[in-house]
């Protein structure tokens, strides 16, 4: 059985003389594709007039071409049609046995040549590397003809290596530039940028935003609470005690916070109190009350040459404002008639070194020095033989008598003109010893700065299973901190050190 198929007249047998298929195959003349592209379209009207010209059939025209005028594989060097945009390979166009004498010369070899020097490039960075020598022509050509085509290739490599390396050199130039560009970006960002990079290396920095004295005391809290810290994806564990240090020592309103770190106000007051939370159950006993023993041997001059070693403590009261109650009955517990509005009142008791030893839980601005001392709980705490230094307001000679103690307050008057010489020496002794305790009380309030503002009402309800308030947990965090930081009472290396 004999069909022809192909334009070129080929008389192809479908099967041979013994019944066997014979591998054969039909392409159709390329299409003109018009709407994928300038470029796509150039290329498709090329081939297809490359394709018609080829094939030199006066019934084919560009315009209209029937589907059934195929072009057989024995017409190409692979047996089909190249990819329609791979120009250079040989198959772009049907090459051979096209039944016209015109001699063409093949294209294989430039492809073959082409396609190694895009392997080379990727294999070896563009750099220029030997290749084969080109095999023989599948058509002949005169051996002028070869040289001169060597010649132009040769000179065309050269020239695009050249170019290439002008670009490589541009190139790296640029990179380097913005690479340069962005180190010094990223240098200025951690500037601004709240992370760990915003304070190492800066003291003032450190002791204007936490009130530490230096970066290795911040690192140190941070590494003792990070583990009970709530996970947050917005903010890591070294912004949260940042925050909750920066609202302590600035007094920053929360929103301006939460615009500083980039968070909502509400996740910003939820990490806030979280954060005081575990500051208060981890850093919470380092207002502790020393042993007998550790006090005398840290003893300051000035008190053991006043008192001995029998000094213990130096208490006080301080006072910080809070919101009018709209109960009336804690509108009148909270009323202060010494401060004029509401507050809650707090004793604090510090060592002879300055150290904070104990803080009252809060109570409200009505009751008396006298009440708080009595009922808070510190009295249990004294020794036989202690001696507690107080302001004229504390009327605990009785209390603190029946610890077998003795309370040092100035002199009264009582209806004299003047304090007799005796009483005047004791007095100035006293207060001389006594004014220590409200400079710890001035430097805590001084140093953490939301001490001076005015409390929201619901921070004096008491916490979610606990018989503290929030109040009282930042008044101890501010204590605690305080502690952390070098005594206003004693200067560092004045004095030994107890390791008890």
Same mark, same amino acid.
């Given at each position: ?27 159709? +003349? ?12 150039? !290329? ?8 018609? =010209?080829?094939?030199? @059939? ?5 315009? %209209?071409?029937? @589907? %059934? ?24 166009? #049907? ?28 294999? +070896? ?14 058509? &002949?050509?005169?051996? =002028? ?40 970006? &990223? ?31 911040? /690192? ?15 903010? #890591? ?33 939820? !990490? ?26 840290? /003893? ?10 029998? !000094?213990?403590?130096? !208490? ?28 809650? &009142? %707090? ?10 030893? +104990? ?30 230094? =107080? ?10 008598? /029946? /610890? ?42 001084? &140093? ?13 309800? #008491? ?38």
């Amino acid at each position: 059985m004999v069909r022809t198929c192909c334009v070129l007249g080929c008389n192809v047998r479908s099967y041979d003389r013994h019944g066997n298929k014979v591998g054969l195959s039909f392409y159709a +003349f390329p299409t003109w594709k018009q709407r994928e592209g300038a470029h796509v379209s150039d !290329v498709t009207k090329r081939r297809r007039l490359a394709w018609i =010209a080829a094939v030199r @059939r006066a019934d084919i025209k560009f315009c %209209y071409v029937s @589907r %059934y005028q195929l072009v057989c594989s024995r017409h190409f060097h692979s047996g089909k049609p190249a990819y329609e945009m791979d120009q250079t390979n040989p198959d772009w166009v #049907p090459t051979l046995h096209m039944g016209h004498s015109e001699i063409r010369t093949s294209h294989s070899d430039r492809h073959r040549r082409r396609t190694q020097r895009q392997q080379n490039k990727v294999l +070896f960075g563009g750099k220029r590397q030997p290749h084969p020598q080109p095999q023989s022509l599948i058509l &002949k050509v005169t051996g =002028a003809d070869a040289e001169n085509i060597d010649i132009r290739e040769k000179q065309t490599e050269d020239q695009q290596l050249t170019n290439d390396c002008v670009h490589c050199v541009q190139s790296r130039a640029e990179i380097n530039r913005l690479l340069e560009e962005n180190r010094k970006l &990223k240098s200025k960002l951690d500037k601004t940028e709240l992370n760990e990079n915003f304070l190492k290396g800066d003291t003032e920095k450190v002791k204007y935003y936490t009130g530490f004295t230096c970066f290795a005391i911040f /690192m140190s809290v941070l590494e003792n609470v990070k583990a009970f810290l709530t996970a947050s994806k917005k903010l #890591p564990h070294f912004q949260m005690l940042l925050l909750t240090l920066m609202r302590l020592r600035l007094d920053l309103p929360v929103q301006h916070l939460s615009y500083l770190f980039n968070v909502s106000y509400k996740t910003l007051s939820s !990490v806030f109190s979280d954060t005081i939370d575990v500051l208060h159950a981890r850093f919470g006993i380092l207002v502790h009350w020393p042993e007998r023993h550790c006090l005398q041997a840290t /003893m300051p001059p000035q008190f053991t040459d006043t008192f001995g070693n029998r !000094v213990a403590i130096i !208490v006080d009261c301080f006072e910080i404002r809070t919101e009018r109650p709209s109960n009336l009955k804690a509108r009148a517990q909270t009323y202060s008639h010494y401060k004029g509005t509401h507050t809650m &009142k %707090y004793l604090i008791r510090i060592t002879p070194q300055g150290a904070i030893s +104990f803080i009252s839980k809060g109570w409200g601005g009505r009751a008396s020095d006298k009440h708080i001392t009595e009922q808070c709980g510190i009295l249990n705490k004294l020794l036989p033989g202690d001696v507690v230094l =107080a302001d004229r307001g504390f009327d605990i000679r009785d209390a603190v008598g /029946m /610890m077998c103690a003795e309370v040092k307050i100035p002199a009264f008057t009582r209806g004299f003109c003047q304090l007799d010489a005796k009483d005047i020496e004791n007095t100035r002794a006293i207060a001389h010893l006594r004014i220590h305790v409200e400079r710890v009380i001035g430097s805590l309030r001084n &140093k953490f700065k939301m001490l001076h503002t005015t409390m929201p009402i619901r921070s004096l309800l #008491p916490c979610e299973g606990e018989d503290v308030t929030f109040l009282d947990k930042i008044v101890r965090v501010c204590c605690v901190l305080v502690n952390m930081c070098p005594s206003v009472v004693v200067k560092p290396g004045t004095h030994e050190t107890c390791t008890c």
